[in-house]
């Protein structure tokens, strides 16, 4: 089987040009593993994203970000919040990763927060995008804010930890680790061999 597991935060710039990618891809299967960098990011003792707290490479990401866009076709306008916080959506990609709708769901998510400029930690937001997808956002929604998925989310991070995850976007082709936007044709690569 040609398969590759994504560990991506809808809150990442570079998480969002390769969950598009793979939405897109059609010869592998793909394994979505919604994550909060956040928690990672404290235990290396930062309190925000390193674009924010590093200011060369913070200006450089936002003219990084529409040359990498322009090359896969993908729109682009930089996020009015900067990271906006994203538990809301990776507490109903988890349970969401295993059904047919993650891709499209994980792709809109990402498209509300990188091109439209919306509110994906709001109820209102994610609610209209599962909506948009046929889904029943009450129920999905309920379920998503239940304590039984806020833990499976604590142990999402806790299996991130057990990987030595330290970003995101991040993929593993078997035991294979490629970490970056940039390294996804490897890892495509490696998964179709």
Avoid at 142 to 163: C, F, G, I, M, V
Wanted: proline share 5%; charged share 25%.
């Amino acid at each position: 089987m040609r398969e590759i597991t994504c560990w991506f935060d809808f809150a990442s710039n570079y998480s969002y040009l390769s969950v598009l990618r793979l939405a897109r891809q059609k010869n592998v299967i793909v394994h979505w593993k919604p994550f909060l960098l956040g928690p990672i990011f404290k235990e290396q003792g930062w309190d925000n994203s390193p674009f924010v707290l590093q200011k060369d490479k913070g200006d450089y990401v936002w003219k990084d970000m529409p040359r990498e866009c322009a090359k896969y076709g993908l729109p682009w306008r930089q996020p009015s919040e900067f990271p906006r916080r994203s538990i809301l959506a990776a507490r109903v990609a988890l349970l969401g990763e295993h059904q047919p709708w993650i891709a499209e769901f994980c792709a809109r998510v990402m498209l509300a927060n990188f091109e439209h400029d919306e509110d994906i930690g709001s109820v209102e937001c994610i609610a209209a995008i599962l909506t948009s997808i046929g889904l029943d956002a009450e129920a999905i929604l309920a379920a998503a804010l239940s304590a039984d998925n806020k833990a499976r989310l604590h142990a999402r991070t806790d299996e991130a930890r057990a990987l030595h995850l330290f970003g995101a976007p991040t993929f593993f082709v078997g035991p294979d680790m490629y970490w970056g936007n940039d390294r996804l044709s490897d890892a495509l690569a490696h998964a179709t061999r």
